[in-house]
C-alpha cells in the first residue's frame, strides 16, 4: 500500500489548507486513517510525530487538543482517501503532516497484528 499526500503549501495565520491523503494498492479493510505533524527541525533518530487526528474504518474521528475546532478530519473508504480540513491555522501548525493508515492489506510495515503505512509528507507553513 503506497500513500500520497497532497494539499500542502504557504498560509497566513488565520487562513485554511485541505490535505488529501490517497493510497493505492490492496486494502482489505481499514483499521484507522491519521495525520501526524512533524514540527520543524525535528529530524533525525529518534524524530517525533505528534498525532493531529484520526478516523476509524467505522468514520469515528479523534483529535489532540491543539487542534480541536480547527481541523476536521473525513474520508471516504471507497475511494480509500482521507483529508484534512484545516482552518483558522497558526504559526505553531507549520511542519511536515504525514497520512498513516493501518488495517489489512499489502502494507509496508506491521502495528501489531496490523498492517501500516506512511505517506512522504507534506509541508505546511504559516506565515505570522
Known amino acids: 500500500v503506497q500513500l500520497v499526500e497532497s494539499g500542502g503549501g504557504l498560509v497566513r495565520a488565520g487562513g485554511s489548507l485541505r490535505l488529501s491523503c490517497t493510497a493505492s494498492g490492496n486494502i482489505d479493510s481499514i483499521r484507522i486513517m491519521a495525520w501526524y505533524h512533524q514540527a520543524p527541525g525535528n529530524q533525525g533518530p529518534g524524530i517525533q510525530r505528534d498525532m493531529v487526528g484520526s478516523i476509524t474504518g467505522g468514520g469515528v474521528t479523534n483529535y489532540a487538543d491543539s487542534v480541536k475546532g480547527r481541523f476536521t478530519i473525513s474520508s471516504d473508504n471507497s475511494k480509500k482517501t482521507m483529508w484534512l480540513q484545516m482552518n483558522n491555522l497558526k504559526p505553531d501548525d507549520t511542519g511536515v503532516y504525514y497520512c498513516?493508515?493501518?488495517?489489512?492489506?499489502?502494507?509496508?510495515?506491521?502495528?501489531?497484528?496490523?498492517?501500516?503505512?506512511w505517506g512522504q509528507g507534506t509541508q505546511v507553513t504559516v506565515s505570522s
Open positions: 498513516n493508515v493501518q488495517g489489512v492489506g499489502d502494507f509496508d510495515l506491521l502495528y501489531g497484528s496490523w498492517g501500516q503505512s
